[in-house]
C-alpha cells in the first residue's frame, strides 16, 4: 500500500541510435512507420477536445506533451495536425529502427531501485510498441521491447508509467524518443496514492 506521497521525479533521457539495418550482426531491426499524416489526423481527433484547429497543452497527451518543445514550430505553446506530422516526418526521415533509450528515475534527488519503468506508446501509432525496464541501484533503466533482440525504443512519443508496490502510476510527463529530440532532464511533481 503506497500512502499520499508527494515525490519529485527526475528523468533523464539518454539515448544511442541504432540505424535500421545497418548492423555488422545478424540483428535487423526493422524501422516502424509513424504514419505521420494518420497519426496526426488521429492526434487532432482524439486530442482537440474543443475542435479549434489545434492542441493546447492543456489537451496533450503526456507523449504530445513532450513533442511540445520540438514541434511547436511558432512558439504559441499548442501543436497543429502540421506541427505533428513534420516532427514525425522528420523522425520518419531518419530511417532509425530503435533508438537505445534510458533514463534515471530519482525521488527526492536520490535514484530509486526496483522500480519497473514502461515506455506506453501514444495511441495515435498503431505499430509501435511499449517498452519497459527495471531500475537499478542509481535508479537507471535502459528499455527493452519485448520482442526485439536488441534493447530500445521505437522513434515516437510515449507516456512513461510506473509500477511501484504493484501499483501503476502514469507520469503527468512523455518522452519523445528518437534522434535530435533534445530531451533532456525532466523534473515531475507527481502525487501517488493508494
Avoid: W
Avoid at 482524439?46 to 513532450?66: F, K, N, T
Avoid at 534527488?109 to 531500475?135: H, M, R, W, Y
Wanted: charged share 20%.
Amino acid at each position: 500500500m503506497i500512502g499520499i506521497l508527494r515525490s519529485r521525479f527526475v528523468i533523464c533521457l539518454c539515448g544511442f541510435v541504432v540505424i535500421s539495418g545497418l548492423s555488422c550482426s545478424s540483428d535487423r531491426v526493422k524501422m516502424k512507420s509513424l504514419a505521420p499524416a494518420a497519426s496526426s489526423k488521429k492526434a487532432m481527433t482524439r486530442y482537440d477536445a474543443d475542435q479549434d484547429g489545434v492542441i493546447s497543452v492543456s489537451e496533450c497527451s503526456p507523449g504530445l506533451l513532450a513533442l511540445m518543445d520540438t514541434a511547436d514550430s511558432n512558439n504559441d505553446k499548442q501543436l497543429d495536425e502540421t506541427e505533428i506530422s513534420n516532427r514525425l516526418a522528420f523522425h520518419q526521415s531518419r530511417k532509425i529502427g530503435l533508438v537505445t533509450t534510458g533514463l534515471t528515475l530519482r525521488v527526492n534527488e536520490k535514484p530509486i531501485q526496483g522500480v519497473k519503468v514502461t515506455l506506453i506508446p501514444d495511441p495515435i501509432f498503431e505499430n509501435l510498441a511499449s517498452c519497459s525496464g527495471t531500475t537499478d541501484r542509481y535508479g537507471y533503466v535502459n528499455f527493452k521491447i519485448a520482442d526485439e533482440s536488441l534493447p530500445g525504443a521505437y522513434p515516437g512519443i510515449y507516456s512513461i508509467e510506473v509500477a511501484v508496490n504493484g501499483q501503476s502510476v502514469t507520469l503527468p510527463v512523455g518522452i519523445e524518443v528518437g534522434q535530435d529530440t533534445g530531451q533532456g532532464d525532466k523534473v515531475v511533481d507527481v502525487e501517488v496514492g493508494d
